[in-house]
């Protein structure tokens, strides 16, 4: 079946950087949509970046400039790159795929998460 499975995430001060990475089984990878999303307490999940399978890419305006989401289809593996890392950063990172078999219908699947902290 389809799995996604994140990692990468862990505690670091303002000002540093983190890769996510998000390797997904059991469907063609290289076919569909990714995106990064995050919950941070007391919040709702928000969109952080996508992109589509053909490389175009999308940021929320409050990590544009810092973050960077690519894709490798050899590795069926999408990251997300951080860099300059904020205390309002700190959030459950979620990886999810959007598969389209045919154009009227959408399937989206999702990872179970991993936590990025940043404090002092």
């Known amino acids: 079946q389809v799995q996604l499975e994140e990692s990468g995430g862990g505690s670091v001060q303002p000002g540093d950087s983190l890769t996510l990475s998000c390797e997904v089984s059991?469907?063609?990878?290289?076919?569909?949509?990714m995106g990064w999303y995050r919950q941070a307490p007391e919040k709702e999940r928000e969109l952080v970046a996508t992109?589509?399978?053909?490389?175009?890419?999308n940021y929320a305006d409050s990590v544009k400039g810092r973050f960077t989401i690519s894709r490798d289809n050899a590795k069926s593996t999408v990251y997300l790159q951080m860099n300059s890392l904020k205390p309002e950063d700190t959030a459950v990172y979620y990886c999810?795929?959007?598969?389209?078999?045919?154009?009227?219908?959408?399937?989206?699947?999702w990872g179970q998460g991993t936590q990025v902290t940043v404090s002092s």
């Open positions: 999810k795929m959007s598969v389209s078999p045919v154009v009227e219908r959408t399937y989206e699947y």
């Open positions: 059991g469907s063609i990878f290289r076919r569909n949509a």
């Open positions: 992109i589509s399978a053909g490389g175009f890419t």
